[in-house]
């Protein structure tokens, strides 16, 4: 098993070879970011990636292409849909991570793959999925022992990517009532 760890999320994968078939898979379709399927400790996918909708909420794409199991849940035809992927376990090419200079630190923890895609897309990279590689995601281990950190990060980020990619957003009611959730979210945790 190899493991990774940082400061909000454990990942592990039960594949030896996750990164070379990982390079594989970028080679093979020609991708500067690709990224295993992520699965829950339950054995169900927590995500393929992600849609950033207009009014400032990211939406776990949870299905590709076949049945639909949750009727509210987005699914897709193929990666080109979606508006990122999910950094918990993520390939990029050096060259592209490079020149998009990275993860902008100012978002420091949540969020920061959200605004490296928006960047990403923009100067129209290409990301994909390995399908071939899984990769078990411990999502919010950590987080829950931090007390309101996870939601004050989120309040602040919102507002970030807000500013720094305002043709992404709509800044209108539902945008207002996404931020108003952030707000109160972080009122809960800190008064757990």
């Not at 207009?54 to 080109?80: C, H, Q």
């Not at 998009?100 to 100012?106: A, M, N, Q, S, T």
Request: aromatic letters at 12%; hydrophobic letters at 40%.
């Amino acid at each position: 098993k190899v493991k990774s760890q940082n400061y909000n999320l454990k990942v592990k994968s039960y594949q030896s070879n996750i990164l070379k078939e990982l390079v594989k898979e970028a080679e093979r379709k020609k991708l500067d970011a690709v990224s295993p399927v992520l699965r829950n400790p339950n054995g169900k996918v927590e995500n393929y990636g992600y849609k950033v909708l207009p009014y400032g909420k990211v939406e776990l794409v949870r299905e590709l292409t076949g049945s639909r199991v949750n009727p509210t849940s987005p699914r897709l035809r193929g990666a080109s849909e979606l508006d990122g992927l999910t950094a918990a376990c993520l390939l990029v090419k050096t060259k592209v991570f490079r020149e998009l200079k990275g993860f902008d630190e100012k978002f420091f923890a949540y969020l920061e793959d959200v605004d490296f895609f928006l960047r990403f897309k923009k100067v129209g990279y290409k990301l994909g999925l390995a399908t071939n590689v899984e990769v078990l995601h411990n999502h919010m281990t950590t987080t829950k022992t931090m007390g309101n950190f996870k939601a004050k990060q989120d309040m602040v980020n919102w507002w970030r990517l807000y500013f720094k990619h305002r043709g992404k957003f709509k800044l209108d009611f539902k945008f207002i009532i996404e931020r108003l959730r952030n707000v109160s979210g972080f009122i809960k945790a800190s008064l757990r």
